[in-house]
Each structure stands twice: as structure tokens, then as C-alpha cells.
T-cell receptor, first 113, second 115 residues
């Protein structure tokens, strides 16, 4: 089976712009979660989707949003980018709805200038 | 609220030495799941092991083993006979039963295995 794929792999944006990141889960996985990784804050949970519904949301401002499509693919959007949004954004997919191992994609490296 | 602490920020060993990574967690849930992930320089998080709160049996899987002790809220991980390819950052993570698949990660421990 193909693993979790994320596009694009690298992105450079300017403050104030918006960005959309995409994630395709492992075939058959219906749960998709997003995480932000920065040197200062480490790995932080953004949100989780299951069957097109957001099940969980982390402590991030409303500028961060996401959605999931009927084929389980997911997108996350960050509006009005700030310098602090520069990070590695990781997507993970899981077979179950709780407590199952999650498989991560290679991430999208976002740089905000 | 849930919390995961990895007190060791960096460990350096010589190849073939054993490496033990410490992990202490906090949760109010009686049902929870513990994980170890590895992040090599490429950046992708790789799943290693998973344990649920009802199973304290410690196991060995190849060169990996873990020690889960609910009494001390610890979930330590050992790499036996380390190899250079084990060099990576290792993360301990917690998922509470009521929180879906949300993972709370520790700060990570960087392991450097020297030849």
C-alpha cells in the first residue's frame, strides 16, 4: 500500500497570504490528523477528521482550518500567515477512530517571510 | 490535562551499546494509549510501538523493547545493540480514549549512535 502523501513538500509564502496544504491518507484509512512541528513548541495537534467531520481540534487560532473530502483526502488552510506559522506540517492517517497507530506523511515545510 | 515528558534531550552512544529512553506521562483517563515514534533526519515520523493502558505486559520486538509501568506512569523504550541507522529523534506520545486519535507528544530525545 502507498503511504500517506502530502503536497506540496516545500512552500514559501509571505506574511498575510494564505496557504492550502493537501494530504492523501493510506487507502482505507478514514481518520486524518494534522500536526504542526516547530523547534520551540515541538509537535502540536491541530485537528482530526473522520468521515468528513472534525472530531477534535487543538489550541490554534481560527486562522487554521481544515476539511476532509468523501475520499478521505484532507486539506488544511492557514489564512493571514504570520512569521510564527513557519513550521513542518505533518499529516497522519489511521484505520480506527481511537487509540490506533497513526502513520505519518513526509510533511510540508512552510516558510513564511 | 494530558502531558508527556521526556527528560532526556539528547543521548550519545557508541554502536552496539544499549539505549534506554525515558517517558513519563500524565492523564486522568483510565483508558489511554502510549506510542513511540522515530523521526530520522528525513523528517517523517515512523511508528514503532503502541501499548494500551490495560496491558502492562512488556515485550520485545527485534532490537526494541519497552517497559510500561502504570504505578510510575512511565513508558520507557530500549534499543538493544544500537546501530548508526538508529540515530534519530524519538518521541513518546499519549492518546486518551475520549480524545479520538489526538496525540500528545513529548519533547523528543535525540539519539546519536557513533560508529
Amino acid at each position: 500500500k502507498a503511504g500517506v502523501t502530502q503536497t506540496p513538500r516545500y512552500l514559501i509564502k509571505t506574511r498575510g497570504q494564505q496557504v492550502t496544504l493537501s494530504c492523501s491518507p493510506i487507502s482505507g484509512h478514514r481518520s486524518v490528523s494534522w500536526y504542526q512541528q516547530t523547534p520551540g513548541q515541538g509537535l502540536q495537534f491541530l485537528f482530526e477528521y473522520f468521515s468528513e467531520t472534525q472530531r477534535n481540534k487543538g489550541n490554534f487560532p481560527g486562522r487554521f482550518s481544515g476539511r476532509q473530502f468523501s475520499n478521505s483526502r484532507s486539506e488544511m488552510n492557514v489564512s493571514t500567515l504570520e512569521l510564527g506559522d513557519s513550521a513542518l506540517y505533518l499529516c497522519a492517517s489511521s484505520l480506527g477512530i481511537t487509540g490506533r497507530e497513526q502513520y505519518f506523511g513526509p510533511g510540508t515545510r512552510l516558510t513564511v517571510t | 490535562a494530558q502531558k508527556v515528558t521526556q527528560a532526556q534531550t539528547e543521548i550519545s552512544v557508541v554502536e552496539k551499546e544499549d539505549v534506554t529512553l525515558d517517558c513519563v506521562y500524565e492523564t486522568r483517563d483510565t483508558t489511554y494509549y502510549l506510542f513511540w515514534y522515530k523521526q530520522p533526519p528525513s523528517g517523517e515520523l515512523v511508528f514503532l510501538i503502541r501499548r494500551n493502558s490495560f496491558d502492562e505486559q512488556n515485550e520485545i520486538s527485534g532490537r526494541y523493547s519497552w517497559n510500561f509501568q502504570k504505578s510510575t506512569s512511565s513508558f520507557n523504550f530500549t534499543i538493544t545493540a544500537s546501530q548508526v541507522v538508529d540515530s534519530a529523534v524519538y518521541f513518546c506520545a499519549l492518546s486518551e480514549g475520549a480524545a479520538g486519535n489526538k496525540l500528545t507528544f513529548g519533547g523528543g530525545t535525540r539519539v546519536l549512535v557513533k560508529p
